[in-house]
């Protein structure tokens, strides 16, 4: 009896053994298609411009073959900094995931600052040095952009009548077009106020203020940014009424124009009611023509 028992026990033992064996030669082949996790590597360092200058806030963005890698898990949201440096040896640094296939690609940096992003040279231990991704490495890279410089001013509508109140000056579009790389348009503020940021130093460009809608004419402006880092304030622009047919000019053609219009405003020629009272006339050209030449 005893023997049968044993027998029994040492059968169920070859059983639980082979479903154990059968159990895992069907999960080997798929846990060797299963890539094995790796660390994401670690970089930390200081943000200046190539003419020394800190960066003092922005966004570091890292890539891999063009891909960013960068985002902050687990709200991936983008890697901040201030003061000139991003993340801290101690502390949070900026982690770049990879996989197998990513070891040994390059690492390429940019650098955020007001939106627009400049592509950062990289250095380690204060030499000009590419970074290869690898899996948990943690070193201390150093950025280096181009300087940043900033152009900002006032762009003003004008009063229809000197005793007009303050009119809103927002709404005018700024743009810069610099050896055929082109920035913005960004709008002006209710002040009339407007930055624009990311231009080379050094190269010059042009500067148009527009103002859609009415008969504002547009201005423009030639100006040569500064060799280093630091703001470009033009002096303040006004943009005048009565460029009836859209030439950058004021002039005769415009009065022209007007003329054939005159009377009770119709919706093709609302422009030409500079004075806002419902009718094309007179008084009409006569503001208009204090504009000529302007």
């Known amino acids: 009896m005893k023997r049968r028992r044993k027998r029994l026990f040492q059968m169920r033992v070859l059983v639980v053994l082979g479903a154990v064996l059968c159990l895992l030669a069907l999960a080997g082949p798929a846990a060797a298609d299963d890539p094995i996790p790796l660390f994401p590597a670690q970089y930390y360092g200081s943000v200046q411009t190539t003419d020394g200058q800190p960066v003092e806030e922005g966004i570091v963005r890292a890539y891999i073959d063009g891909e960013e890698r960068s985002p902050k898990p687990p709200t991936y949201l983008p890697f901040t900094f201030t003061g000139g440096f991003y993340g801290d040896p101690e502390h949070e640094k900026l982690a770049v995931t990879g996989s197998n296939e990513d070891t040994g ?5 940019k650098v955020e600052v007001n939106g627009y992003l400049y592509p950062a040279q990289t250095y380690v231990n204060g030499s000009l040095a590419t970074v290869y991704w690898a899996s948990g490495d943690t070193k201390q890279v150093d950025l280096k952009i181009p300087p940043v410089i900033i152009i900002k001013g006032q762009v003003c509508l004008e009063k229809v009548q000197p005793s007009d109140p303050e009119p809103t000056h927002q709404g005018t579009l700024v743009k810069v ?115 000529i030449g302007k």
């Not at 690609?105 to 940096?109: D, G, L, M, P, R």
């Not at 009565?242 to 950058?248: A, E, F, I, L």
């Open 105 to 109: 690609k390059q690492v390429t940096f």
């Open 177 to 291: 077009t610099q050896g055929g790389n082109i920035f913005g348009p960004v709008e002006s503020d209710s002040s009339g106020a407007y930055e624009i940021i990311g231009l080379y130093p050094s190269v010059a460009c042009q500067v148009e203020f527009t103002h859609p809608g009415a008969s504002w004419k547009k201005e423009v402006r030639q100006v040569t940014p500064p060799a280093v880092s630091g703001v470009l304030e033009l002096e303040k622009v006004t943009l005048y009424l009565g460029d009836m047919n859209s030439d950058d000019a004021i002039n005769i053609l415009d009065l022209l124009w007007m003329a054939s219009v005159m009377g009770p405003v119709t919706p093709e020629a609302q422009k030409a009611d500079v004075n806002k009272d419902g009718q094309v006339n007179i008084l009409d050209l006569l503001r208009v023509a204090n504009n």
